[in-house]
């Protein structure tokens, strides 16, 4: 008997190694997962061709094995992005095991159906989720044949209309350096991106062909969406900037200049110029020297034109038109002031020494849209009008209850009336038939600026019209 049982036990044994099982301890993911990249970054994507892989790797730092709820496409399946995960062609994968100490890969190409509205930038991301924690890693490609410009800082170069160029983060043009703008060029700004000027910028856009400021967003939607990139600054110092025949449209501030055009050097020139969709501030100068002609600044969120802190100013048949939509605007299209606010709360002057309005409308959807905001100095000098001197001469204005009859500052003023704008809400401020803007310019400032911003004259019929538009009637 006692034979049997040892017989027996020496059966069972074996058998008792194999029915033992390991007991799994797993890491609760509370602290989250260690990633090889925390945006994955994709080059230019060409039409239907696809991208090469790009791949990421996924870390458990733990001392013991983890399991991770999912591994997921944020896009999903309607997304240009594919993935395998750690060998599976799924754009979603469940109850994941990684042991510890040790490393998954996430492999991620993409495939873009190229056409003319093809976004610059496409946007997706891997979520990875661990029950306790969720985190994602950043997937960007480009899909069309750009020039990728990031946290650049450039020396005197020339863009050209060969190809699109993508700015991201920003573009510096530094001090002594010139960046030149060919006809037909465009810039496309990723979200906040600006274009920062410290030394100098041409824009030489023609009629047919106009240099182009704008979103990286090509779809229908985003035309007139505002905010959608950073803006334009001309910094102290910079000069011999001309922008001409350009549109500047969907960021949160369109120009920003600060002291610009001082000491003797030339001013920023402005022509025939479109400055639309715009979150805060068309143009925002600040103690700067600026000519603008034959151009429209419309749209804004908060002022169309801001000229701040003094300065000098010349504005010669531009439509002023704020009609913004995207949310409630209380302040008005045209704001003036000459001084600040110190660190010691102490009000500072910089004398307004010009803003001069000619053959202009400002006009939108306020009771009032011209705002001043003006403290007097003691100077005696005639010149500086006591810190502030303007002048609107044969103007459209939509001045409110504003006093006018200051005949040394408003000279053939048309107060109050619809400049009938043939579809304001649509952002087209071209003259409709029964324009009151209709022919009631002055001609010597005309005769300065023959042709509209259209290349229409404006001294072949009975008079000028007011604004950046000549109404041409059929004959």
Aim: net charge negative; glycine share 6%.
């Amino acid at each position: 008997m006692k034979r049997a049982l040892l017989y027996l036990f020496i059966i069972l044994l074996p058998l008792s190694f194999f029915s033992c099982e390991r007991e799994f301890e797993y890491a609760n993911g509370l602290h989250g997962l260690s990633f090889s990249v925390d945006t994955l970054m994709f080059d230019t994507i060409f039409s239907s061709i696809g991208s090469v892989t790009r791949n990421f790797k996924i870390y458990n730092t733990y001392d013991q094995d983890l399991i991770i709820n999912s591994i997921e496409l944020a896009g999903g399946d309607i997304s240009e992005f594919r993935l395998n995960i750690n060998g599976y062609p799924e754009n979603r994968v469940e109850d994941i095991k990684i042991n510890a100490l040790d490393s998954l890969y996430v492999f991620v190409d993409i495939n873009v159906q190229q056409n003319e509205n093809s976004p610059f930038v496409v946007n997706d991301s891997v979520i990875i989720n661990t029950g306790e924690k969720t985190q994602s890693v950043k997937l960007i490609a480009y899909p069309q044949d750009v020039v990728l410009l990031q946290k650049e800082k450039i020396k005197t170069t020339t863009f050209t209309a060969d190809k699109p160029y993508l700015i991201y983060d920003y573009l510096v043009v530094d001090s002594t350096e010139t960046l030149t703008i060919e006809p037909g060029a465009r810039l496309h700004f990723y979200n906040d991106a600006q274009l920062i000027v410290f030394g100098s910028m041409q824009v030489n856009g023609t009629i047919e062909e106009p240099v182009k400021f704008l979103g990286h967003r090509l779809e229908d939607w985003y035309a007139d969406k505002p905010g959608q990139w950073g803006q334009i600054q001309f910094m102290p110092g910079s000069s011999d900037n001309i922008i001409r025949n350009a549109e500047i449209k969907n960021s949160s501030n369109g120009l920003f200049v600060d002291s610009v055009g001082l000491g003797g050097k030339p001013p920023l020139i402005i022509e025939n110029t479109t400055i639309n969709h715009i979150t805060n501030f068309g143009i925002i100068a600040q103690n700067s020297n600026i000519v603008v002609s034959n151009s429209v600044i419309g749209d804004c969120g908060y002022h169309s034109v801001a000229l701040t802190l003094g300065g000098t100013y010349n504005f010669y048949h531009c439509t002023i038109a704020n009609f913004f939509n995207w949310s409630y605007r209380s302040t008005p299209a045209l704001f003036l002031n000459n001084y600040y606010t110190d660190d010691n709360g102490e009000e500072v002057i910089n004398p307004l020494i010009e803003a001069n309005f000619y053959n202009s409308i400002i006009y939108g959807r306020n009771y009032t849209e011209i705002g001043f905001d003006f403290i007097e100095t003691d100077d005696s000098d005639d010149l500086l009008n006591n810190g502030f001197n303007y002048l609107f001469k044969n103007c459209l204005l939509k001045s409110g209850d504003l006093d006018i009859s200051d005949n040394t500052k408003f000279k053939s003023i048309t107060t109050n009336e619809d400049p009938n704008f043939i579809d304001p809400y649509e952002f087209n401020y071209q003259l409709d038939t029964l324009s009151p803007c209709k022919d009631i310019g002055a001609i010597e400032i005309a005769n300065d600026f023959p042709n509209d911003i259209l290349n229409n004259s404006r001294i072949k019929d009975s008079g000028p019209d007011l604004g950046a538009y000549e109404r041409i009637e059929n004959e």
